[in-house]
């Protein structure tokens, strides 16, 4: 499942800038699933430093998007 930065942010109760710093400082990028935010228009952005064709790979393995 995919959720969108602002979401995640609403949730958790915080600004979208404390999400994102918060992902920049997540040492345990794939055991925490932060590969599954997207933007609010579907698209993938971030995830430093293993980039966005990891990202779309770990997506597409877990079927969250088509190949």
Known sequence: ETITYS???RRAGV???RVLTALLKNPF???IPCHRLVTSKGTLMGFHP???RVKRRLLELEGSIEH
């Open 50 to 52: 293993l980039g966005i």
């Open 7 to 9: 979401e995640l942010a």
């Open 15 to 17: 600004r979208y800038t």
């Open 29 to 31: 990028q794939i055991l």
